[in-house]
């Protein structure tokens, strides 16, 4: 009925936005632009990214060692440092796109970099002179007759999975950003929209490594490689050429600017005034003049974006050095004087460090879900029947799964008991749901070790040779799996949640850059335990040796089991230390600005 009535001046008015712009840099019209229509592209996009990347890197591990004729060790850090440096390039994406480019073309270009990087590893598992030649047919995969391959095959190889890398460390830290963008926070209707984005955001990653695990990793062990990476290639292809088809559509939101640039000032400006004395009185110190803003953003009718004064507190004093203003009279830049509110985000992301440094373990052992988890799986019996085999990367079907049912359970029956025994009415707090997760990676790494310790007896008792299955399914490795996959849907949420949450309003994305760099971080530890234990243990009785059978691997899983109990003692001590935001003085969430819907989750 609203729609029969004559257009009034007002109406007109609120049908544009105030803070996002359509694609020729005009007011965005809440009717033709955002929202599902835009959204929808995006979430194409992620998808296609999501079936890109892991249909790469969950049977990664045996294309090197099968074919590239590579040791497991080695075989492990390659995929190790490639996810790892996928999710440490999400900064330098993050960077980018918040300083530079905007979310719209840095998610554009950093897709066709990905893409150009598939299609060189589609080559290269094609062309026969960028592979070494196959093993003699008496021989093993790791045989003395088989010839590893050169030092300019392998860099064809690794110039097309850093360029992979590349373009899905860009593409990541942008799309989940930009397809909330597409909903207008300051609109009810619209910003309950946005929470259900995030869901189907969750759903379609979910999608994409279930279709990674099963259809890709079967084509690429039963068609060919050329033709499983292919498919890799013309799928993010095909999410490019989604994602622009949605441009007019789009609503753009003008550069927010990075905060690794705000914590880059608080630190050098606090450093060069490091010798002048503090006031006593803390109310000297530099800070936002909130009424002079606020008066000369009266008549604006633009939903607010100014930070909100945050209290002084007695931690790290000396970055309230950059907060002194030794030169009243003059203009100073953000390197030489920051106000106290931008010093107080920068030590609360200080004081989130601890929690941060001691959930990077978790990853490291989400890690060797990919790689000798999938390794020791080419060893055992992968058949269902006569005829069917597994192929050893699509093993990780069950990690999947187990998040996919560990979520429900916890929305389902957890929350509810620990809400009536906590009183907490979100059930579990973030911290918790971390710990919880910790302890499952323990789990899962003596359950790893335990099956490897049986895994080695039967082949010792059967006297298997080498390139031969033993006889033990491989269905013993499921454990593994999904304590793995629990553990990730606890700690994953976990984090998230409580970077969310506790990041200022003023460093937003910020969230998202502390909690990929955990991941990324994990992997590159795993590539680092790898490498000294190899190096350590290889020359007598190598813990990870290139044929599984003649290794002790177990040892190995003991190691990272222990490792990960002594992080998990620490993190205790450092959840205890933390106070949450509504725990500080003066931290409700009008005074400290931080409102959980002006966060915006960033799923891997």
Known sequence: MVGLLPQTNAAAQAEVLGDAWDYRGRAAARSTTGRWGAAAMILVAELNERLTTLGIAVNLVTYLTATMHVGNAE???????????????????????DSFLGRYLTIAIFTAIQASGVTILTISTAAPGLRPPACAAEGGPLSSTCTRASGAQLGVLYL???????????????????????????????????????????????????????VLVYVQDNLGRPYGYGACAAAIALGLVVFLAGTRRYRFKKLAGSPLTQIA???VAAWRKRKLQLPADTSMLFDIDVSKVA??????????KLKDRIPHTKQFRFLDHAAINSNPSGEQTKWQLATLTDVEEVKTVARMLPIWATTIMFWTVYAQMTTFSVSQATTMDRHIGSSFEIPAGSLTVFFVGSILLTVPIYDRIIVPVARRLSGNPHGLTPLQRIGIGLVLSILAMSSAALIEVKRLRVARDSGVPEGTPVPMTVFWLIPQFLFVGSGEAFTYIGQLDFFLRECPKGMKTMSTGLFLSTLSLGFFVS?????????????????????LNKGELYKFYWLLAAVCLANLIVYLFAARWYKYKAGRPGADGSVNGVEMADAEPCLH
């Open 75 to 97: 075989a492990a850090n390659v995929v190790t440092n490639f996810m790892g440096t996928s999710f440490m390039l999400c900064l330098l994406g993050g960077f980018v796109a």
């Open 527 to 547: 590539s680092a335990l790898v490498t000294v234990v190899h190096k350590i243990t290889g020359d007598r009785r190598p813990w990870i040796a290139d044929d």
């Open 265 to 267: 000032a608080v630190v």
């Open 160 to 214: 097309a999975l850093y360029l992979t890398a590349l373009g899905t460390g860009g593409l990541k830290s942008s799309v989940s950003g930009f397809g909330s963008d597409q909903f207008d926070e300051t609109d009810r209707g619209e910003k309950s929209q946005m929470m259900r984005f995030f869901n189907w955001f969750f759903f379609f990653i979910s999608l994409g490594s279930l279709l990674a695990v099963t």
């Open 295 to 304: 008066a000369a953003e009266g008549a604006s009718t633009k939903k607010s």
